[in-house]
């Protein structure tokens, strides 16, 4: 069986400042890993992914993440974020047939 | 390209009421999944269909719940004789090739029993 760990589930930072949101995963097999964000009241939307290949993913709105097989993680950063990245971000990874999510990290952008 | 559309958007039954909330994938995509968000937590798969099949209803209730993804129309997660835990936003997604590419997600479906 497989699962996703996001490590905080509050991250509060000032704008401007770097930010990462760290999330781990357990499985025996290859996976493919993913990062959504959700603003309130709205669906989900694909920040980036990882399928193969380099391990450093860009995604939309300025962020980027890492994947490293070694820890098993999969981290989640941007360098400058701003009050409008105040979502909840959820780490998922792919095996089999379906995504499992991690429970969410809250980033909170204080002015 | 329409997204994925979800309808009602917000939908309030009372307990012991049927409660049916539907799902038209994004054009091209013949892979549908659904996903309840109850309050704090996050998603929990439901269940995997493809046009006319259930692939993957692990995640499922026993009981009450159903879905369909017909040939034609949309997909169709319908929850029988609603209690006050069902409460909680249903998310659709849809995908062109099976799950390891990633979803589209639509905007849910708040789903209220009172």
Known sequence: AQSVTQLDSQVPVFEEAPVELRCNYSSSVSVYLFWYVQYPNQGLQLLLKYLSGSTLVKGINGFEAEFNKSQTSFHLRKPSVHISDTAEYFCAVSERRQLTFGSGTQLTVLP | ?114
């Open chain 2, 1 to 114: 390209n329409a997204g994925v559309m979800q309808n009602p958007r917000h939908l309030v039954r009372r307990r012991g009421q049927e409660a049916r909330l539907r799902c038209s994938p994004m054009k091209g995509h013949s892979h549908v999944y659904w996903y309840r968000q109850l309050p704090e937590e996050g998603l929990k798969f439901m269940v995997y269909l493809q046009k006319e099949n259930i692939i993957d209803e692990s995640g499922m209730p026993k009981e009450r719940f159903s879905a369909e993804f017909p040939k034609e129309g949309p997909s169709i997660l319908r929850i029988q004789q609603v209690v006050r835990g069902d409460s909680a936003a249903y998310f659709c997604a849809s995908s062109p090739e099976g799950p390891n590419y990633g979803y589209t997600f639509g905007s849910g479906t708040r789903l209220t029993v009172v």
